[in-house]
T-cell receptor, first 112, second 114 residues
């Protein structure tokens, strides 16, 4: 049972444009969501998170939007840079619990 | 910021031998450690969760006798793959969480069993 899904395995954008990565979840008990960036043979690096009491959180070029009714979140990167090329994972958890549940990941490629 | 050190970064072992992977929280006390496994082009799959001083809680389908997890201190957890076989070859990642700290990941260990 895949409770967190990233339906796009890959995304390609031009440098300077916006990258939008999407994530859907099915477990309504999830109330905290995170985005990680990962390079091959490395551990994930935390990017940004959002609590279910908010619908938007912004940190520099990264913005995460949460639509609780649709059980959908998205990560916007603008402007996209070639160094942003990596696999992006969304993850969800219950603040009362501790484990993270990851999506399958989306390979972002930003072309110069 | 919070740093988690994971060693070794890669290891090759012969089939039937055991391999130990270490995960250390360098600047915070990790009350909970998580061990993940990632196959190529797939998601991170949680193997087990361990709290300091307690037995690890394993996810369904993960053999506790094969993947031994020890969390004897607030800064160190180890994963031992016992009697390794080629199908155990994978990328193993630890994550640590402490009070006031989020989820910090180690750099991962590439295990190849030949």
């Amino acid at each position: 049972d895949q409770q967190v899904k990233q339906n796009s395995p890959s995304l390609s954008v031009q440098e300077g444009r916006i990258s939008i990565l999407n994530c859907d979840y099915t477990n309504s008990m999830f109330d905290y969501f995170l985005w990680y960036k990962k390079y091959p043979a490395e551990g994930p690096t935390f990017l940004i998170s959002i609590s279910s009491i908010k619908d938007k959180n912004e940190d520099g070029r990264f913005t995460v939007f949460l639509n609780k009714s649709a059980k959908h979140l998205s990560l916007h990167i603008v402007p996209s840079q070639p160094g942003d090329s990596a696999v992006y994972f969304c993850a969800a958890t219950k603040t009362s619990g501790s484990r993270l549940t990851f999506g399958e990941g989306t390979q972002l490629t930003v072309n110069p | 910021g919070a740093v988690v050190s994971q060693h070794p970064s890669w290891v090759i072992c012969k089939s039937g031998t055991s391999v130990k992977i270490e995960c250390r929280s360098l600047d915070f006390q990790a009350t909970t450690m998580f061990w993940y496994r990632q196959f190529p082009k797939q998601s991170l799959m949680l193997m087990a969760t361990s709290n300091e001083g307690s037995k690890a809680t394993y996810e369904q389908g993960v053999e506790k006798d094969k993947f031994l997890i020890n969390h004897a201190s607030l800064t160190l957890s180890t994963l031992t793959v016992t009697s390794a076989h080629p199908e155990d070859s994978s990328f193993y990642i630890c994550s640590a969480r402490g009070t006031g700290y989020g989820y910090t990941f180690g750099s991962g260990t590439r295990l190849t069993v030949v």
